[in-house]
Nanobody
């Protein structure tokens, strides 16, 4: 069983920055791609970005491209989401998730159904 625990959320003014962390349990973290999603009130959960298992490739939703950066530290079993130039529309609960398929190196990362373990989420609120 894999547990994912997000942290780092909070309240920030527009234009500010936050860094979210997602700590994973277990010894197989480094073998799986990881993703970040978010869910705003009244909206579906949406893809934010992902990073492949080596950390060599990242993918982002158009809405965050150029502002958000995903990284991972496999020695610490942790994946990060650095969020800069935050906007009020970034307000949501942010979730990290583990992608299915060990050593996956394809191009499909944005579908929630491709992920098998999820964290409990951390709230990010951006004030205008």
């Amino acid at each position: 069983q894999v547990q994912l625990v997000e942290s780092g959320g909070g309240l920030v003014q527009a234009g500010g920055s936050l860094r979210l962390s997602c700590a994973a349990s277990g010894r197989t973290f480094s073998r799986y791609a990881m993703g970040w999603f978010r869910k705003a009130p009244g909206k579906e959960r949406e893809f934010v970005g992902s990073i492949n298992w080596t950390g060599g490739s990242t993918y982002y939703a158009d809405s965050v491209k150029g502002r958000f950066t995903i990284s991972r530290d496999n020695a610490k079993n942790t994946v990060y989401l650095q969020m800069n130039s935050l906007k009020p529309e970034d307000t949501a609960v942010y979730y990290c998730a583990r992608r299915k398929n060990i050593y996956y190196s394809g191009d499909f990362y944005s579908d929630v159904n491709e992920y098998d373990y999820w964290g409990q989420g951390t709230q990010v609120t951006v004030s205008s």
